[in-house]
């Protein structure tokens, strides 16, 4: 027990013996709340339960303060001393306070941390970067927001798990994977262009491709991670192997590789970030179960999706959204929303 709650509950012995002997009514009497004052010379905290407990006493605030000044005798405090319109102020004996920063030296970082107070877990799920390149400072701020956040959950009692969820099934994943396969061309020695940005109308502009050149794909990543990621798949792999594969073979292999050289970044920046997570989800586990088809089963019977032009839709209108949205497309394939339903159904 800390200071202020050994002092809370001393106020509260207080009240009940001033209570007892009559020089309180009984009543139901307000929380006590204490406060650390405004200025040392005002002791080292103090409470207003004397002014906040007029109207049950039916007493003058200093006169129930001085009343519950009279009950406190404890080898803690040196003294108690009524100020203003009814505060009490506190100063306690230095051997408390010596004893206190002697526990907190002894406990170490488990000091304040409370016991366990449910068994329910509380998942926390931040950062979730799509694993296709290096974090950047915004991830750096969900990170510490996010363990800071795991840290005073767990420290307040609760059970508590952070997650990293994994965007690894979407198209993002297949045009890393393309990049790989480009840079793995120009690792040997082909010349890459860049398309340049689109005009305003949607159309591309004229550029010149030089001959044998290849065009990098519109969509892919340009970044020289990138680069870096197909030298240390090739010189882990071997160009000659590499090249003996046909080309779709080579980008399957080059997706399940970079994801995995990817991932390892990831984690690694966020370990020499002090950043650790107790769970790594795949979104990749919700399409390669049947989580997305339980849970468009589920919506359907709840009446919260219909069908239109082939395409099965949400109607997240009713919920304050400015339009509703595709679940599944026309051709049958999930949207990305279709696995966060899926996913936040599992959790």
Same mark, same amino acid.
């Given at each position: 027990?800390d200071?202020k709650?050994?002092?809370?509950?001393?106020?509260?012995q207080a009240?009940?013996?001033?209570i007892?002997?009559?020089d309180?009514?009984?009543?139901e009497?307000?929380?006590?709340?204490?406060e650390?004052?405004?200025?040392k010379?005002?002791?080292d905290?103090?409470?207003n339960?004397?002014?906040q407990?007029?109207? &049950?006493?039916?007493?003058?605030?200093?006169?129930? #303060?001085e009343?519950? %000044?009279?009950h /406190?005798n404890f080898?803690w405090?040196? +003294?108690?001393e009524v100020?203003g319109?009814g505060?009490?102020?506190?100063?306690?004996?230095?051997?408390?306070v010596?004893?206190?920063?002697?526990?907190?030296?002894?406990?170490?970082?488990e000091?304040g941390?409370?016991?366990?107070r449910a068994?329910?877990?509380?998942?926390?799920e931040?950062?979730?970067?799509?694993?296709?390149?290096?974090l950047?400072?915004?991830h750096?701020?969900?990170a510490?927001?996010?363990?800071?956040?795991?840290n005073?959950?767990?420290?307040?009692?609760?059970? &508590?798990?952070?997650?990293y969820?994994?965007n690894d #099934?979407g198209?993002? %994943?297949d045009? /890393?994977?393309?990049?790989?396969?480009? +840079?793995?061309?120009?690792l040997?020695?082909?010349?890459?262009?860049?398309p340049?940005?689109?005009?305003?109308?949607?159309?591309?502009?004229?550029?010149?491709?030089?001959?044998?050149?290849?065009?990098f794909?519109?969509n892919?990543?340009?970044?020289?991670?990138?680069?870096?990621?197909?030298?240390?798949i090739?010189?882990?792999e071997?160009?000659?192997?590499?090249n003996?594969m046909?080309?779709?073979?080579?980008?399957a292999?080059?997706?399940?590789?970079?994801?995995?050289?990817?991932?390892?970044?990831l984690?690694?920046?966020?370990r020499?970030?002090?950043?650790?997570?107790?769970n790594?989800?795949?979104?990749?586990?919700?399409?390669e179960t049947?989580?997305?088809?339980?849970?468009?089963e589920?919506?359907?019977?709840?009446?919260?999706v219909?069908?239109?032009?082939?395409?099965?839709?949400?109607?997240?209108?009713?919920?304050?959204?400015?339009?509703?949205?595709?679940?599944?497309r026309?051709?049958?394939?999930?949207?990305?929303?279709?696995?966060?339903?899926?996913?936040?159904?599992n959790?």
């Amino acid at each position: 027990m800390d200071m202020k709650e050994i002092l809370k509950s001393g106020i509260e012995q207080a009240l009940q013996d001033t209570i007892n002997s009559g020089d309180l009514p009984a009543g139901e009497y307000p929380e006590i709340v204490l406060e650390v004052p405004p200025q040392k010379e005002f002791g080292d905290f103090s409470t207003n339960i004397a002014m906040q407990s007029a109207r &049950v006493a039916r007493q003058n605030p200093r006169a129930i #303060a001085e009343a519950l %000044i009279s009950h /406190m005798n404890f080898d803690w405090l040196e +003294r108690a001393e009524v100020a203003g319109a009814g505060f009490i102020n506190f100063f306690l004996k230095s051997d408390m306070v010596y004893d206190t920063l002697k526990a907190i030296l002894n406990a170490g970082t488990e000091y304040g941390v409370q016991p366990l107070r449910a068994r329910d877990t509380i998942q926390v799920e931040y950062v979730s970067a799509n694993p296709t390149g290096p974090l950047h400072v915004g991830h750096g701020r969900g990170a510490a927001y996010g363990s800071a956040l795991v840290n005073l959950l767990r420290a307040a009692g609760y059970n &508590v798990q952070s997650e990293y969820y994994i965007n690894d #099934a979407g198209n993002q %994943i297949d045009n /890393m994977a393309i990049s790989i396969e480009y +840079r793995f061309q120009e690792l040997q020695g082909a010349t890459l262009v860049f398309p340049p940005k689109r005009n305003e109308d949607g159309s591309m502009p004229e550029f010149d491709i030089p001959e044998g050149a290849l065009v990098f794909p519109e969509n892919g990543y340009r970044g020289p991670d990138i680069i870096e990621t197909a030298k240390a798949i090739a010189e882990r792999e071997g160009f000659d192997k590499l090249n003996a594969m046909n080309e779709a073979d080579r980008v399957a292999l080059f997706k399940e590789e970079g994801l995995k050289e990817k991932l390892a970044r990831l984690e690694e920046t966020l370990r020499n970030f002090r950043v650790t997570f107790d769970n790594w989800f795949s979104e990749r586990t919700v399409h390669e179960t049947d989580e997305i088809h339980h849970s468009v089963e589920a919506l359907k019977a709840l009446g919260k999706v219909y069908e239109k032009n082939g395409a099965l839709w949400l109607k997240s209108t009713d919920y304050g959204d400015d339009k509703d949205r595709v679940v599944i497309r026309d051709n049958g394939v999930p949207t990305y929303l279709a696995a966060d339903i899926a996913y936040h159904r599992n959790k």
